[in-house]
């Protein structure tokens, strides 16, 4: 709102209407934030699940770290992701990725050959690598998220402290300017009577 305004009933009216606005968009920018913030502790409680579980996996496969080691298998080639499949969804204005399901592209095991190890060990890195995709997806979605969330807190704090405050300031001013002039219109016009009367009563 510019700092100079125009002193008139036709810019107190803009300006009634414009704080009636803004007082409208106030609570929905506040749900819009309270939404978000939610949302935000959803996707860090269920990175901090996923990374849980990654780490008790790794404790529980501890026991192969020996036999991994061997040069029989090469496990970073049998287990190989081919694509992660995921759907679009919309939380409080924000797009985020939703996981459906991840494909691997596994290579074939000579089950004469390999160790018997191997089919547990695939298991465990299937699981691995579907809580490290998961965690990519929910970062991503975590910067998003608390993108929307500066922006609505932004707008939130605009409207709270600047445009409704500054609305209401010039609001008052411009009413009583417009009641001074007002006042000071019917006290001339009350001197101008007065003196028609006195000259009337001269003649």
Not at 96 to 102: A, G, L, R
Request: positive net charge; charged residues 35%.
């Amino acid at each position: 709102m510019a700092d100079k305004i125009l002193m008139n009933k036709n810019t107190l009216a803009l300006l009634k209407t414009e704080l009636k606005e803004y007082k409208t968009a106030l609570p929905v920018f506040e749900m819009k934030e309270q939404q978000l913030k939610e949302s935000v502790q959803m996707v860090e409680h269920s990175i901090e699940r996923l990374s849980q579980s990654i780490e008790t996996t790794n404790t529980a496969t501890k026991r192969w770290a020996a036999v991994m080691a061997e040069n029989t298998v090469d496990l970073a080639q049998i287990v190989q992701i081919e694509k992660v499949i995921t759907k679009k969804k919309e939380i409080a204005g924000v797009t985020i990725e939703v996981f459906k399901d991840i494909i691997f592209n596994n290579a074939e095991i000579d089950l004469f050959n390999t160790p018997l190890w191997v089919d547990s060990a695939v298991i465990a890195i299937q699981d691995q690598k579907t809580d490290y995709a998961l965690i990519k997806i929910e970062k991503r979605n975590l910067e998003r998220l608390h993108e929307e969330l500066a922006e609505a807190r932004r707008m939130k704090n605009a409207l709270k402290e600047v445009f409704i405050p500054e609305a209401k300031e010039f609001i008052r001013k411009i009413e009583i300017y417009l009641g001074d002039v007002e006042r000071l219109a019917i006290g001339c016009a009350k001197l101008v009577k007065k003196k028609k009367q006195n000259k009337k009563a001269i003649v």
